[in-house]
């Protein structure tokens, strides 16, 4: 049997007697663009932060790679929903203080490069040396996307990072890190509100149930051709099965089973041992 590059087992989050979510498993493959759609209060950004090991689970385990996530590393890397970025250093600034403590023998030059590389590539070259007050929101943004690219992470995290922009910033944002992590270039876990989001960036779609007390209840494959072209997605063939589908789940399904017990689903090379969520592919979201 394989192993997943990262191995969710069987976590859960309690607060007092009453679970977040409970009896979490699933797995990400290295290369995989994977998301995680539910309400709020499901437990999203707590998930994401026992990934990036700034929490432990109340039960489980997690696996990446062999060893064991017992606290935070700079193999994981986080994009905030806010940009988290320090206010008295510059764009260049905040991306090289992250380089520094991942690469502590590096140069002032070779930080720099690298620095100025990672800004290039999210298209902030020319606002290098401004500090984040003089910046705009999507700028900022983009300074978080290129600090955590510049770090070169195993696993990139990412919750709910284009949130808080406006519409045509986040539509611009998502095509450059769909462009940039995508399509087996990064194995990358972001948690999201947005339908459509998901499904122009991710390979598989988690679908967890209203909490408290939530549960991983379906993972739909995302089975459009990429690249993807925002502008165009919609005209893909099975697009709005595929979108109609997690609506659904939304609006209905996931309340509804929010109170039934989890469906288990033992697929090939899956031990009896360890449940799982049903998979769906666009040729059985009718079934």
């Not at 929490?55 to 997690?62: H, I, S, Y």
């Not at 770090?151 to 406006?166: G, R």
């Not at 947005?194 to 549960?215: C, F, K, Q, S």
């Given at each position: 049997?394989?192993?997943?590059?990262?191995?969710v087992?069987?976590?859960?989050?309690?607060?007092?007697?009453?679970?977040?979510?409970?009896?979490?498993?699933?797995?990400?493959?290295?290369?995989?663009?994977?998301?995680?759609?539910?309400?709020?209060?499901?437990?999203?950004?707590?998930?994401?932060?026992?990934?990036?090991?700034?929490?432990?689970?109340?039960?489980?385990?997690?696996?990446?790679?062999?060893?064991?996530?017992?606290?935070?590393?700079?193999?994981?890397?986080?994009?905030?929903?806010?940009?988290?970025?320090?206010?008295?250093?510059?764009?260049?600034?905040?991306?090289?203080?992250?380089?520094?403590?991942?690469?502590?023998?590096?140069?002032?030059?070779q930080?720099?490069?690298?620095?100025?590389?990672?800004?290039?590539?999210?298209?902030?070259?020319?606002?290098?040396?401004?500090?984040?007050?003089?910046?705009?929101?999507?700028?900022k943004?983009?300074?978080?996307?290129?600090?955590?690219l510049s770090l070169?992470?195993?696993?990139?995290?990412?919750?709910?990072?284009?949130?808080?922009?406006?519409?045509?910033?986040?539509?611009?944002?998502?095509?450059?890190?769909?462009?940039?992590?995508?399509?087996?270039?990064?194995?990358?876990?972001?948690?999201?509100?947005?339908?459509?989001?998901?499904?122009?960036?991710?390979?598989?779609?988690?679908?967890?149930?209203?909490?408290?007390?939530a549960?991983?209840?379906?993972?739909v494959?995302?089975?459009?051709?990429?690249p993807?072209?925002?502008?165009n997605l919609?005209?893909?063939?099975g697009?709005?099965?595929?979108?109609n589908?997690?609506?659904?789940?939304?609006?209905?399904?996931?309340?509804v089973?929010?109170?039934?017990?989890?469906?288990?689903?033992?697929?090939?090379?899956?031990?009896?041992?360890?449940?799982?969520?049903?998979?769906?592919?666009?040729?059985?979201?009718?079934?």
């Amino acid at each position: 049997m394989t192993h997943p590059y990262l191995s969710v087992e069987g976590i859960a989050r309690r607060y007092g007697a009453r679970a977040v979510f409970r009896n979490l498993w699933f797995g990400v493959e290295r290369g995989e663009f994977v998301c995680l759609i539910g309400h709020s209060g499901c437990g999203k950004t707590t998930i994401l932060n026992i990934l990036a090991g700034l929490e432990a689970p109340d039960d489980g385990a997690l696996v990446m790679d062999g060893h064991e996530i017992s606290g935070p590393s700079l193999d994981r890397a986080v994009i905030f929903q806010s940009h988290a970025l320090y206010p008295w250093l510059s764009a260049l600034g905040n991306v090289a203080f992250a380089l520094k403590s991942r690469h502590p023998r590096w140069s002032k030059a070779q930080i720099e490069a690298r620095a100025r590389q990672a800004l290039d590539l999210v298209g902030l070259k020319d606002a290098a040396h401004q500090k984040p007050c003089e910046l705009s929101g999507g700028m900022k943004q983009r300074v978080g996307i290129a600090r955590a690219l510049s770090l070169e992470p195993a696993l990139l995290l990412m919750d709910e990072p284009f949130s808080a922009l406006d519409a045509l910033t986040r539509g611009t944002l998502q095509d450059e890190v769909g462009g940039l992590v995508g399509g087996g270039k990064q194995t990358a876990f972001m948690i999201t509100h947005d339908v459509d989001e998901a499904i122009l960036l991710a390979d598989r779609i988690l679908l967890m149930t209203n909490g408290p007390d939530a549960y991983l209840a379906e993972i739909v494959i995302n089975t459009l051709p990429r690249p993807r072209d925002r502008a165009n997605l919609h005209r893909q063939p099975g697009y709005y099965a595929l979108r109609n589908h997690i609506v659904d789940f939304l609006v209905t399904r996931s309340r509804v089973l929010a109170g039934e017990r989890p469906v288990h689903w033992t697929g090939r090379d899956v031990p009896e041992v360890i449940p799982a969520a049903p998979t769906k592919t666009l040729e059985t979201l009718g079934t």
